[in-house]
C-alpha cells in the first residue's frame, strides 16, 4: 500500500482572493506525470481529513512541486489550509497518484484541448506547461471557464506562456459574471459560461487529445458533445473536481454457497501489504467506511469514487458497485473494484489490494 510521506511547505502565494498556491519541495517524489494529484492529510481539532488536489507544477520543475486550494463554501478543509497554513508547517501526504494523466513519455502528442473551468485548471496547467516543452511540438488549445477576470488562476502564467509560444498555444477565456478587469487577460474572450456554442466554435479536429476537468455538469456536457461530434471515446479523458450525486442504495446481499444463512451479515475478507482483515459489513455500509471503522489503513481520498485510489481487485464473492468515474466497465469485468462505493452482495466477499489490476 502506498506510504505517506511527511513535506515541508516550502513557500505560499495568494494566486486569487480565494486561491492559495502550496509549493513543496521534495527530494522523496521524483517523477509525477502531469494530470495527477497530492492526498493532503490534514488534523483538524483532532480528526483527520483526506483530501486530493491536483499538482499544477511540471515534472521538470522537481523537487518542487505545488497544489492550489481554492477556498470554498462548507469546505471544511480548504478554509482550514487558506487560514491557517504557513511556510515551515509539515504535512503529511499521500505520493501522487491518478489516471487522469498526460504522459511526457509519449514520442508524439497528437493536438491537446484543455477544457476545465475554475481550480479545474490546476492539472490542466500541468499539462499545458508539459506539452509546450514536448519535442514533437503539438498546438494546444486552453477552454478555461471562470467568474471574473480577478478569479482567473495562472492568468499571468497564461499570458506569459500565449506571448512565448504565439503559434502553438490558443487560449479561450469564458467569463460567467463579470467583465471587468478583462484587459488583463490575453486570447481571446467570451462572456458567459463554456457551452455547446463555445464548443462548437473552437472544437473542430477530431483527433485531438480531449481533456476535461471540472465540476461535473461541465465534463459531462462537453463529453457528450464531444461524443455527439464523432470523437471517439478513447480521445476523451475526464476529471471531476465535484461529484454532485449522491451514492446509489445496493441490492440486498443474496447468499453464497460459502454461507447459506440467509440471515448472516455478508463478511469481507480484505487482504492489503500482505495482511488479512476480515469483518462484517451492515446493510446499507460500504466496505471501505466499514474498514476503517475497524481500523484498517487503507489507501482512499475522496470515498465518492472519483479518484481511484482505493481501487483493488475482487478475488471471489459478488459486489455492487455504485456511481463512479474511476473505473471503466471492462475493468469491473476483469475484477477491478472501488471499495469507496462498494457493498458485498454475497455472504462471502474477498478482496485483494495487493494484486494489480
Not at 232 to 259: G, M, W, Y
Amino acid at each position: 500500500m502506498t506510504e505517506k510521506l511527511s513535506l515541508v511547505v516550502h513557500r505560499l502565494e495568494r494566486e486569487t482572493p480565494d486561491a492559495l498556491l502550496i509549493y513543496f519541495r521534495s527530494e522523496e517524489i521524483s517523477s509525477f506525470v502531469p494530470g495527477q494529484f497530492l492526498t493532503l492529510m490534514v488534523s483538524i481539532n483532532g480528526q483527520s481529513y483526506r483530501r486530493s488536489y491536483s499538482i499544477f507544477t511540471d515534472p521538470a520543475e522537481l523537487p518542487t512541486l505545488g497544489v492550489c486550494v481554492k477556498r470554498l463554501p462548507g469546505g471544511l478543509v480548504s478554509n482550514h489550509l487558506l487560514d491557517n497554513l504557513h511556510e515551515g508547517d509539515r504535512l503529511d501526504v499521500l505520493p501522487p497518484y491518478g489516471n487522469f494523466a498526460l504522459d511526457p513519455a509519449m514520442s508524439t502528442l497528437p493536438p491537446v484541448v484543455l477544457v476545465g473551468a475554475g481550480s479545474g485548471i490546476t492539472p490542466l496547467f500541468s499539462m499545458l506547461s508539459m506539452a509546450l516543452r514536448h519535442p514533437s511540438a503539438p498546438h494546444i488549445l486552453l477552454l478555461y471557464g471562470s467568474r471574473s477576470a480577478e478569479e482567473v488562476i495562472f492568468g499571468k502564467a497564461l499570458n506569459r506562456l500565449q506571448d512565448e509560444n504565439p503559434q502553438r498555444l490558443q487560449v479561450v477565456h469564458c467569463l460567467s459574471r463579470s467583465l471587468h478587469g478583462q484587459e488583463s487577460l490575453k486570447g481571446l474572450l467570451h462572456h458567459g459560461r463554456i457551452d455547446t456554442t463555445v464548443l462548437a466554435q473552437h472544437l473542430s479536429n477530431r483527433e485531438a487529445s480531449f481533456y476535461l476537468c471540472g465540476p461535473e455538469g461541465l465534463v459531462h456536457d462537453t463529453e457528450h458533445w464531444l461524443q455527439a461530434q464523432g470523437v471517439a471515446s478513447h480521445r476523451i479523458h475526464k476529471e471531476l473536481f465535484f461529484q454532485s450525486s449522491p451514492k446509489v442504495e445496493a441490492p440486498s446481499p443474496t447468499p453464497s454457497s460459502v454461507d447459506d444463512d440467509p440471515g448472516a451479515l455478508p463478511v469481507v475478507t480484505l487482504k492489503v501489504d500482505g495482511k488479512v482483515y476480515e469483518f462484517a459489513v451492515e446493510p446499507g455500509r460500504y466496505i471501505l467506511e466499514t474498514a476503517l471503522e475497524q481500523g484498517i489503513d487503507l489507501p482512499y481520498a475522496c470515498t465518492m469514487g472519483v479518484c481511484g485510489m482505493c481501487r483493488a481487485k475482487k478475488i471471489s464473492g459478488e459486489m455492487f458497485i455504485g456511481d463512479q468515474e474511476a473505473i471503466s466497465a471492462s475493468e469491473i469485468a476483469s475484477g477491478a473494484c472501488l471499495t469507496c462505493v462498494g457493498r458485498p452482495l454475497s455472504n462471502r466477499l474477498v478482496i485483494d489490494y495487493d494484486v494489480p489490476n
